[in-house]
């Protein structure tokens, strides 16, 4: 059972350097999403893909970041700039179509911006 | 726009005793209803939905939720915590149509001996 993966599980980046995150999905799952967790806070949703078109980005989103997914497979998030305040836990999730099925988690990527 | 309110960000349980974490939705039109657990180092893990069948929701791990629509609450609730129940939980929900999970700031269970 290959569930969703996420890489690297862990970054460290001085303020201003470029970072891109990965995110392999479960296979036969066409949703992907991204969220990002802060310390004592729920996941809040950044973006998500349907196959291949991003279909939704949230207003956090701004527009240092921007998130890929070629082929309808694996997606990846890049941060240009980062400034400190995007310290948190990236989290990846995939789901098959419906609002209602289960979105499966992937571990995180835990980004630190010194 | 949907919003989740979870009562309480820390509660502690005595182990064998009930275990009840709050959760309330914004919305006056019912959404899909979902708890996940959280364990450290670890994502986010389904325990249940509410997804309009039943109002009484059973999950895993001996966790259950009741949707009440008067209330606008779906309360996760299990009879007996054991000490492996220690973890962060979140309350989320979805409008129908295409938009994506809201979640509520988390309720982290202590499990006391």
């Known amino acids: 059972d290959t569930g969703v993966s996420q890489n690297p599980r862990h970054k460290i980046t001085k303020r201003g350097q470029n970072v891109t995150f990965r995110c392999d999905p479960i296979?036969?799952?066409?949703?992907l999403y991204w969220y990002r967790q802060t310390l004592g806070q729920g996941p809040e949703f950044l973006t998500y893909?349907?196959?291949?078109?991003?279909?939704?980005k949230s207003r956090l989103l701004s527009d240092r970041f921007s998130a890929e997914r070629p082929k309808g497979s694996f997606s990846t998030l890049e941060i240009q700039r980062t400034e400190q305040g995007d310290s948190a836990m990236y989290l990846c999730?995939?789901?098959?179509?419906?609002?209602?099925?289960?979105?499966?988690f992937g571990p995180g990527t835990r980004l630190t911006v010194l | 726009a949907q919003s989740v309110t979870q009562l309480g960000s820390h509660v502690s349980v005595s182990e064998g005793a009930l275990v009840l974490l709050r959760c309330n939705y914004s919305?006056?039109?019912?959404?899909?209803l979902f708890w996940y657990v959280q364990y450290p180092n670890q994502g986010l893990q389904l325990l249940l939905k509410?997804?309009?069948?039943?109002?009484l929701v059973k999950g895993i791990n001996g966790f259950e939720a009741e949707f009440k629509k008067s209330e606008t609450s779906f309360h996760l609730t299990k009879p007996s915590a054991h000490m492996s129940d220690a973890a962060e939980y979140f309350c989320?929900?979805?409008?129908?149509?295409?938009?994506?999970?809201?979640f509520g700031k988390g309720t982290r269970l202590s499990v006391i001996a």
């Open positions: 989320a929900a979805v409008d129908s149509g295409n938009t994506p999970l809201v």
């Open positions: 999730a995939s789901s098959l179509q419906g609002v209602w099925d289960e979105q499966f």
């Open positions: 296979s036969e799952h066409n949703r």
């Open positions: 509410y997804t309009s069948a039943a109002t």
């Open positions: 893909f349907q196959n291949e078109a991003q279909l939704e």
């Open positions: 919305s006056s039109v019912p959404p899909y």
